[in-house]
């Protein structure tokens, strides 16, 4: 059955896959403000990209490209962004316990450091990889080979090791 | 740390968000409501007004280029005749701006999207070299022959010329992502609109080693 691609669909679009968007959004901007902007721009540039979204892609594969996109750009183009879009007042993904950060434990808290320190595409890549994608599934988004993905994964996380290795020892 | 830990570490953080993350479906709904332009298409208005203006001063140049060509002195004509290629050159990155502009979509893989918004903000910086190349020919167009028969001003004109000639030159070949971190390269791209450029061409550095590294897919 074809997508309905009015508002009220696009906001059950969005419920439904707003642990995407955050989870690339967070993994993009550190700062609490910027990243509700970000989480803003992801929210605009999907609805902006709905009525043209082709079903034979996976819907998931829709939304992480298009936030990875608006993400790995969105340090680029701060100023212009301002310019043109009205920042809303209030956020459109809320974290229940705002006042407080998550109650992560010290593992999570270093993988998500850890994460931030890598390149954009590398980030990208480490992100699809833990979220449970196939290798292929990686490449269509990424756009590179899946074997290349394989190359790659496996650096990131032999890197990942050696730091999870170091900052406990 | 094991690669199963690790994808167990990232399913508790999914759980823990999943119990926490609430969208604020009223806001959602305002953003369908936005009357806006995805950002990168609302650049193409502000260009193709540059590239209108610069193709009917480039008519007119060449309409007077052509006119006065049996007459006019020969350094007025060659002045104006290098400003007219250097301007169609500048001209032409602005159209090739425009056509990566209804190239970019957002929702298609992430290198080849990267690669072309890289390209997009990293050319302004070719602009701004071909600009700078551009100086000189405001210290020649106006020399007349009479000029000549003065020595003094004569000098001082071949000597401001070649300055101009040499700085242009010199920038033209030194306004390179690697002089980034010099001196004179901050003084002169210092500011919010060019820090973006830079990080493009870092960008597209980024995206040449993951061509290398292995074949790209669309």
């Not at chain 1, 910027?34 to 999907?46: C, N």
């Not at chain 2, 350094?75 to 400003?83: G, K």
């Not at chain 2, 003094?152 to 071949?158: A, R, Y």
Request: aromatic fraction near 12%.
């Amino acid at each position: 059955m074809p997508l309905n691609r009015d508002a009220a669909h696009f906001v059950n679009v969005v419920d439904a896959h707003k642990g995407i968007i955050y989870k690339v959004a967070n993994a993009y901007c550190r700062d609490t403000e910027d990243r509700k902007d970000l989480i803003q721009e992801i929210t605009l540039q999907l609805w902006l990209a709905f009525p043209k979204y082709d079903e034979q892609f996976m819907l998931t594969t829709w939304i992480y490209r298009i936030a990875l996109n608006v993400s790995i750009s969105f340090f680029r183009k701060q100023v212009s962004r301002d310019k043109i879009n009205h920042r809303l007042d209030e956020e459109i993904l809320t974290l229940i316990t705002e006042d407080e950060p998550l109650d992560l434990d010290s593992d999570l808290t270093m993988l998500h450091e850890f994460i931030r320190q890598l390149r954009e595409f590398d980030r990208a890549l480490m992100l699809l990889y833990l979220e449970g994608h196939s290798q292929s599934d990686m490449a269509t988004i990424l756009g590179i080979t899946a074997s290349n993905v394989s190359t790659k994964v496996g650096r990131i996380k032999e890197q990942l090791r050696r730091k999870f290795s170091t900052f406990k020892s | 740390m094991q690669e199963s830990e690790l994808i167990e570490l990232w399913r508790s953080y999914d759980r823990k968000l999943e119990e926490n993350l609430t969208l604020n479906r009223q806001n959602a709904a305002a953003i369908t409501l936005m009357k806006i332009k995805s950002v990168v298409g609302s650049m193409v208005p502000m260009k193709i007004f540059v590239i209108i203006v610069s193709a009917l001063w480039l008519s007119l140049v060449g309409v007077v280029l052509y006119r006065t060509y049996d007459y006019a002195s020969p350094f007025f004509w060659y002045s104006i005749a290098i400003h007219a290629v250097i301007l169609a050159f500048v001209t032409g990155v602005y159209v090739y701006q425009v056509v990566l502009i209804y190239q970019t979509d957002l929702s298609e893989a992430l290198v080849a999207t990267q690669y072309r918004l890289a390209q997009l903000k990293g050319s302004t910086l070719l602009i701004a070299r071909l600009m700078f190349l551009h100086a000189p020919i405001w210290t020649t167009f106006s020399i007349q022959q009479r000029m000549f028969q003065h020595p003094v001003w004569m000098t001082v004109q071949i000597l401001f010329t070649i300055v101009f000639v040499v700085g242009a030159l010199w920038l033209f070949f030194n306004i390179r992502y690697e002089n980034r971190e010099k001196k004179w390269f901050k003084f002169i791209f210092r500011g919010n609109q060019w820090e973006p450029v830079v990080k493009s061409i870092e960008m597209l550095r980024e995206i040449e080693q993951y061509k290398t590294d292995g074949q790209l897919i669309t």
